[in-house]
């Protein structure tokens, strides 16, 4: 098999970002735009040693969850699946990565929560514009390139953003404005931005720039003059040679500086650069679910760490007696005060800092916290903040992610510190995209209700974990599997980790102050693996 071959074959599979798996020889071969279940045409156009890349050339047989007529835009590549089949995988998507992680059966998975259409969902709209051989462009981004790709509808997006944009990218031929060029570091516009309300009652335009530029002050006033709705028009000024869309420095052009949105009853000012979800209607979904999981009770006080704007904290204020939201951006904590006092919820306290810092800090006050929600952003909340979080013995964690991947791996972490793993819940807040949101339940075990048993370990030659395995059956485990080479020391660290008594070795080292290099998190994660996969924990 070369680069250029034109083969045939099934998609048995996908893969976790949504393309086809075909395998010729048993050699995976990744394909774009393709159904499990389809007979296809296809040429290769990259090899790798393990993998390689195909282009679909023609499909021989098609599958009957496929929709034709739909574009791809702006990451929404699965919007060539019917609704139902981007839901199956989204669920096997989430299925698949427990298992890798936790282990067969460690966790359930539920069906990943849908809505009823799936098109036209997203409330905020961020358009890069582009000028080449002076054609104006606004669209979306060529995949892994910064040329833009000129459209006149996403289907994700409002469709008043549709009509906008294409209403606005006309306005700039119009009156001939300075487009940035990254290149040259020249001109001036370089994302046109659209924020609408659930209602779709209130608009804010924004224009993020360069610099300001000749004819500003006519472009807003045929922006305001487009759709009576457009409430607010920003600037904000991006100077600096980044991939970053926003700068320092924002300023009002027009109306007000944010707009209002409603959910679940309560109001949210959202400004130009205020993290919120962006499908309104799911959000309420994901919310809901995580308020439920956490079974809240009048009398119970709980935390939201990472509360943003305080959506979650504002959620639960109305089921229980107090809501700490703890959040790092000054920003957000600001808009949260605000929120609160706007809704005239007095039973919200909001805290700028690390959540973990204002925990231990509420613990020494003697304030006994239920439940804490936590939300973190892709990476995860990361292992030092979940020991302290179980070293301050709370009873109920709820963990909303928007990273399946990160969300099993701090699962394990909190597995090994005593919590028992509830159901993972997928909710579908991105529909024809690859991404998914879930939330899942960590319950504290009781101690009073585990059975202590004593085992003289000593009188033994090694441990009844030790005899199920080897340390070379576990390296080659692990290099088959995962492509990692680890060593004993490793993978003597993570058996004393998981509570496996080792064996004295006869070449411990005899210096006293010996430097001891720790296991990496990804070898980690790839010893329990074998460790499980062993019967060994």
Excluded: W
């Excluded at 071959?5 to 774009?32: A, C, M, Q, S, W």
């Excluded at 009957?64 to 919007?79: F, H, I, M, W, Y």
């Excluded at 963990?399 to 909190?414: E, F, K, Q």
């Amino acid at each position: 098999m070369q680069k250029n071959d034109i083969l045939t074959g099934r998609v048995i599979d996908y893969t976790h970002d949504g393309l086809g798996v075909v395998k010729v020889d048993n050699f995976p071969i990744f394909i774009e735009d393709v159904i499990e279940g389809e007979f296809i045409e296809f040429k290769i156009i990259k090899l790798k040693k393990n993998l390689g890349y195909g282009k679909v050339l023609k499909i021989i047989e098609v599958s009957d969850k496929r929709v034709e007529g739909v574009p791809k835009t702006s990451g929404a590549n699965l919007v060539h699946m019917d609704y139902e089949e981007q839901l199956r995988f989204k669920t096997k998507k989430v299925q698949n990565i427990m298992k890798k992680t936790l282990g067969a059966d460690s966790v359930k998975v539920l069906p990943t929560l849908g809505m009823k259409n799936g098109y036209h969902y997203r409330n905020k709209s961020v358009i890069p514009v582009q000028k080449v051989d002076n054609e104006v462009r606004m669209g979306y981004y060529k995949p892994r390139s910064h040329d833009v790709i000129n459209i006149e509808k996403c289907f994700i997006q409002y469709d008043e953003h549709n009509k906008l944009m294409n209403d606005i990218r006309s306005l700039i031929i119009e009156l001939d404005l300075s487009v940035y060029d990254e290149v040259s570091h020249k001109g001036a516009i370089r994302h046109i931005m659209f924020r609408t309300n659930s209602s779709k009652s209130e608009i804010m335009v924004g224009i993020i720039a360069k610099e300001r530029f000749a004819n500003l002050d006519e472009f807003v006033e045929k922006i305001t003059s487009l759709d009576d709705r457009i409430v607010s028009v920003m600037l904000n000024i991006n100077d600096k040679k980044t991939n970053v869309i926003f700068g320092d420095k924002t300023e009002n052009l027009f109306g007000r500086d944010y707009i209002v949105d409603v959910l679940n009853n309560i109001e949210f000012k959202i400004s130009l650069c205020s993290f919120y979800q962006v499908n309104p209607i799911q959000t309420e979904v994901l919310y809901s679910k995580a308020l439920e999981l956490a079974e809240l009770k009048v009398d119970d006080t709980i935390i939201d760490a990472y509360c943003g704007i305080g959506t979650i904290s504002l959620f639960a204020a109305q089921k229980v007696k107090k809501v700490y939201g703890i959040e790092i951006v000054e920003a957000a904590v600001l808009d949260a005060l605000e929120n609160a006092k706007n809704n005239n919820i007095t039973n919200a306290e909001f805290l700028l800092g690390k959540s973990e810092d204002i925990i231990k800090k509420l613990i020494l006050q003697n304030i006994k916290l239920d439940a804490v929600i936590v939300d973190p952003p892709r990476k995860g909340c990361g292992e030092n903040f979940l020991r302290d979080l179980a070293a301050m013995d709370i009873e109920k964690v709820v963990y909303v992610s928007c990273n399946p991947a990160t969300l099993a791996r701090d699962m394990g972490i909190m597995r090994r510190l005593g919590y028992k793993l509830g159901a993972v819940q997928p909710v579908d807040m991105f529909p024809g995209t690859y991404h998914v949101e879930t939330v899942a339940l960590l319950s504290k075990l009781d101690v009073d209700k585990h059975i202590d048993v004593e085992i003289k370990l000593d009188e033994l030659d090694l441990t009844s974990a030790e005899s199920k395995a080897s340390y070379a059956q576990i390296k080659e485990y692990i290099l088959e599997k995962f492509d990692l080479k680890v060593s004993t020391l490793y993978i003597a660290q993570i058996k004393k980790k998981c509570g496996i008594v080792l064996r004295e070795h006869y070449n411990k080292s005899k210096k006293e102050k010996q430097l001891i290099p720790q296991c990496t998190p990804e070898k980690e994660e790839a010893i329990i693996d074998a460790l499980r996969h062993f019967k060994m924990i």
